[in-house]
């Protein structure tokens, strides 16, 4: 079976414990987690964990099914790179010694659609966001210039589906209510 780069989407209540059971779904199944985002959803009181894997559909099918089996999992999906847009944020921390204008530090930044965060007298702070082999494009071009530091966030993305969380909510919680009601009736 051919692999495929995924993303899942998981919301969840915000409960302590609760993202070690989650990755503690992909160690079991042995797949590596690339990267993995947490934050608060457009829903309030719940939060969404966007994680990154390459994996089999089968695979990504189940894990996706495990994870909602979860009490204080609400709801789980897998998405394909085509279904949803994304995106990174990357900060890099480089010498202030090469803003003489002889090194065309600037122009670089301009051509890459970044943008100087900070100033420092000792180090200027450069933000990219882009996917990642364009944050890492950046690192390369960056490093002649001496990269005292870089970091990258994991990927934040939204689905390009209509459909929206509070719709999947709605229907849960319909289809709770008709459980308690098919309960009551027995």
């Known amino acids: 079976m051919k692999t495929h780069k ?14 070690t059971r989650i990755t503690l779904i992909f ?18 009181g719940v939060h969404r964990y966007t994680l990154v894997v390459k994996t089999t559909e089968d695979v990504v099918q189940r894990i996706v099914q495990q994870i909602e089996k979860q009490v204080e999992a609400l709801k789980a999906f897998y998405y394909r790179e085509e279904e949803i847009i994304h995106q990174e944020i990357a900060l890099y921390k480089v010498s202030t010694k090469f803003l003489d204008g002889q090194h065309n530090l600037e122009k670089l930044i301009r051509d890459n659609h970044a943008r100087m965060l900070s100033l420092d007298s000792e180090y200027l702070v450069i933000e990219k966001t882009g996917h990642k082999h364009e ?12 990269v005292l530091e870089f970091v990258r966030s994991g990927r934040v993305s939204v689905a390009k589906r209509m459909k929206e969380l509070s719709e999947y909510l709605d229907e849960m919680e319909t289809e709770l209510q ?4 098919a309960g009551k009736n027995q």
């Open 135 to 146: 944050t890492q494009a950046l690192l390369e071009e960056l490093q002649p210039f001496g």
């Open 178 to 181: 008709a459980r308690v009601e």
């Open 6 to 19: 995924y993303t899942v989407a998981v919301f969840t209540e915000n409960f302590i414990g609760l993202l």
């Open 27 to 44: 160690t079991r199944r042995h797949v590596n987690i690339e990267s993995i985002t947490v934050s608060e959803s457009e829903v309030r």
